[in-house]
């Protein structure tokens, strides 16, 4: 049975405010992993050049999508790793090596011990000098401790950011054609 235009324009309205009603919900989902949303996006734009090199290659645009996306989570996740990694125990050897260095007689106590002299003559005492060195060293040696505690705690947000980036990635990449014709 045909039903009236009316009917058809209440229809067509109803469905209009459920797709947007839709649309809203999957933003809200999607809201917590914009972020990596959106880096994956860029990465596919990014790497779209090296995945056409590939498809030429393998023949298969699913096969070299997923190649291009693989490629780029070790990079990825090796550079953070690395950079994290490196970053802590430089600091926390660094603030080690202060602290020696300055009980031992090293060159930082010596050049601390002729910056005392210096503010000695202004009435500074070299004492406090050398206690507030000790202390930020110490407090260095902490907040390095502490980034290190919140990359640990924070790595399963970290991972399932990078997930989402990187299916991201592999969605724009393997239907690429398709979107660039649209």
Same mark, same amino acid.
């Given at each position: 049975?045909?039903?009236? &235009?009316?009917?058809?324009? @209440?229809?067509?309205?109803? /469905?209009?405010?459920?797709?947007?009603?839709?649309?809203?919900?999957?933003?809200?989902?999607?809201? &917590?992993? !914009?972020?990596?949303?959106?880096?994956?996006? !860029? !990465?596919?734009?990014? $790497?779209? &050049?090296?995945?056409?090199?590939?498809?030429?290659?393998?023949?298969? %645009? &699913?096969?070299?999508?997923?190649?291009?996306?693989?490629?780029?989570?070790?990079?990825? =996740?090796?550079?953070?790793?690395?950079?994290?990694?490196?970053?802590?125990?430089? %600091?926390?050897?660094?603030?080690?090596?202060?602290?020696?260095? $300055?009980?031992?007689?090293?060159?930082?106590?010596?050049?601390?011990?002729?910056?005392?002299?210096?503010?000695? @003559?202004?009435?500074?005492?070299?004492?406090?000098?050398?206690? @507030?060195?000790?202390?930020?060293?110490?407090?260095?040696?902490?907040?390095?401790?502490?980034?290190?505690?919140?990359?640990?705690?924070?790595?399963?947000?970290?991972? /399932?950011?990078?997930?989402?980036? !990187?299916? %991201?990635?592999?969605?724009?990449?393997?239907?690429?054609?398709?979107? =660039?014709?649209?």
């Amino acid at each position: 049975a045909t039903s009236s &235009p009316a009917a058809q324009n @209440r229809e067509r309205r109803a /469905l209009d405010v459920f797709a947007v009603m839709a649309a809203a919900a999957v933003v809200w989902l999607a809201w &917590p992993f !914009l972020t990596a949303l959106v880096i994956g996006a !860029l !990465l596919a734009f990014a $790497l779209e &050049p090296a995945c056409h090199a590939l498809t030429r290659i393998t023949r298969k %645009t &699913p096969l070299a999508a997923v190649i291009t996306v693989i490629l780029a989570g070790i990079v990825i =996740v090796s550079a953070v790793g690395g950079f994290a990694s490196v970053f802590v125990s430089r %600091t926390v050897q660094l603030s080690t090596i202060a602290r020696q260095d $300055l009980k031992s007689g090293g060159p930082f106590s010596q050049m601390l011990a002729a910056l005392a002299g210096w503010a000695g @003559r202004f009435g500074i005492d070299s004492a406090q000098i050398t206690e @507030r060195i000790q202390s930020s060293i110490g407090e260095i040696a902490a907040r390095a401790g502490s980034l290190a505690a919140a990359l640990a705690s924070s790595t399963f947000a970290l991972l /399932l950011g990078l997930f989402f980036a !990187l299916l %991201t990635m592999y969605v724009v990449l393997r239907y690429w054609q398709r979107i =660039v014709q649209t």
